[in-house]
């Protein structure tokens, strides 16, 4: 008996839509290796049919008052958690995700987040009118930028779509949005229930592969680009947005440091880093997967943490007892492989190292020690569930290491001396610094980084700001 295969679809101008040449795409759920669903291979026509929706839409949608935008934020908000369980449903076929883990962890702050963004729409400050020249009188306005052409990662195919088309709408421009070619259902699934709520064309999500991206980024309508993938992708969209001068809003790869002094609390810090080192299978641009340990208290901090992992269970999503589920697709199973086979002689695994089971695209919590800070494995991101231990001997060193790489995202300080803390947090070059803590978010601070890490921040006022422009008008006071 053959299983029929679900049929997602674009949706552009209010309709859900094959693309225009009747191309599509497997879509597999990464827990079981099988196909489930078939996406749009979305071409050009199709590119051209969003942006044509999305441009027809933008005068209407920044027309609309402040409050106008909120309460359809709002909504949106309301509608994503009355229909909770549809959406970790989705995002867990999409990714393999553990569906406990998805429910509390992920779905609460996205629909925060929106409901943050409906708040900002109302926020939007400038300079107070003022005579800067005789006679005259200057006014700042802020105003939404346009289309904007916007292109989401696999690793959180949900919360990603939201930290793209929640600030760019609450800000009044309209959104051609295109999730990851592995993980369209989620996002195909909110714009079934954004139908309902926002006028025709002011969102619109467009399936396909890089080839689509490509010709979302480079088509002449948006006025902004903005990307969450690798940097290789960023490098590729900079470039091409270069070519009629769009804005480009990047959050790229990481490598973020995790600094362990002699004095920090040892038992929690493991306890915290395999937590936020492992979770979503460390298919994250900050998790906690290079950590640098002070040399006094290495070889403990080392045996500890190869224990924490050797308790850390990955699985199916059902499984409430597992942290992480599969990585999201055979290319990255062999990317995390690859960079274990390629070790060098010094390094030691401590635990893992290996592929877990014979279907999906598992892998075992994994510890690396003894590296050195010119080895693969440190300098590059593995994306995956593999954290990676290093000695310092001191703050200059743990700082020379930390920076020395090429990525500048996120990073944390682990220490009960409140001076080394405040040191620390000036001197790493990251965009986010946490103490005693990684990887929580709020709504209401910026993330983003620096480096090959990208430019522009997502999520709090900041990342609101990106989505507008600025205008300066002065009147002559003589009539």
Request: with cysteine; charged share 25%.
């Amino acid at each position: 008996m053959t299983t029929e295969l679900r049929r997602l679809r674009n949706y552009i101008g209010g309709e859900f839509k094959d693309a225009a040449d009747g191309r599509t795409t497997e879509v597999v759920n990464p827990a079981t290796g099988e196909v489930y669903a078939t996406a749009p291979l979305s071409g050009q026509a199709d590119v051209d049919a969003a942006m044509a929706a999305a441009a027809a839409a933008f005068p209407g949608w920044r027309d609309t008052t402040p409050s106008e935008r909120q309460k359809a934020l709002l909504k949106i908000a309301d509608a994503f958690e009355a229909r909770a369980e549809e959406l970790v449903a989705a995002e867990s076929e999409n990714t393999g995700k553990p569906l406990a883990l998805t429910a509390s962890e992920e779905l609460p702050p996205m629909v925060d987040q929106i409901r943050f963004f409906a708040g900002a729409a109302r926020l939007l400050e400038g300079r107070s009118a003022g005579e800067y020249m005789d006679g005259m009188t200057s006014i700042i306005r802020r105003e939404p930028v346009g289309v904007c052409a916007q292109v989401a990662p696999w690793n959180y195919p949900m919360m990603m779509a939201v930290w793209k088309f929640a600030p760019a709408i609450a800000a009044g421009n309209t959104v051609v949005l295109k999730p990851s070619d592995t993980t369209p259902a989620s996002t195909v699934l909110m714009a079934e229930i954004i139908d309902s709520i926002l006028p025709k064309g002011v969102f619109n999500v467009v399936c396909g592969d890089r080839e689509t991206g490509k010709a979302m980024v480079e088509h002449s309508t948006p006025a902004m680009a903005s990307i969450t993938g690798s940097v290789r992708a960023g490098m590729q969209v900079a470039e091409s947005a270069s070519k009629d001068v769009k804005r480009v809003h990047l959050e790229l790869g990481g490598k973020a440091p995790v600094v362990v002094f002699e004095d920090a609390d040892i038992a929690k810090a493991v306890e915290d880093i395999a937590v936020a080192g492992y979770f979503n299978a460390g298919q994250d641009c900050t998790a906690a997967t290079r950590v640098l340990v002070q040399d006094s208290v290495h070889d403990e901090f080392v045996a500890a943490l190869a224990k924490a992992a050797a308790e850390t269970k990955t699985g199916q999503p059902d499984d409430e007892d597992v942290l992480y589920g599969p990585l999201n697709n055979p290319n990255q199973l062999k990317q995390v492989a690859g960079f274990i086979e390629r070790l060098p002689a010094h390094a030691k695994v401590e635990a893992g190292g290996h592929q877990v089971g014979e279907k999906g695209y598992f892998y075992a919590p994994t510890v690396v020690s003894g590296l050195k800070q010119d080895d693969e494995i440190i300098q590059n991101e593995v994306f995956g569930p593999v954290i990676t231990v290093q000695s310092f001997a001191d703050e200059a060193q743990a700082l020379e290491y930390a920076n020395g790489v090429e990525f500048a995202l996120a990073s944390s300080v682990w220490t009960k001396d409140h001076g080394r803390a405040m040191r620390m947090s000036k001197y790493l070059d990251f965009g986010c610094v946490w103490i005693n803590t990684h990887i929580p978010l709020v709504a209401e601070m910026p993330h983003g980084g620096f480096k090959k890490s990208g430019y522009g921040k997502d999520l709090s006022a900041y990342g609101f700001e990106d989505y507008t422009r600025i205008k300066h008008v002065m009147t002559s006071l003589d009539g």
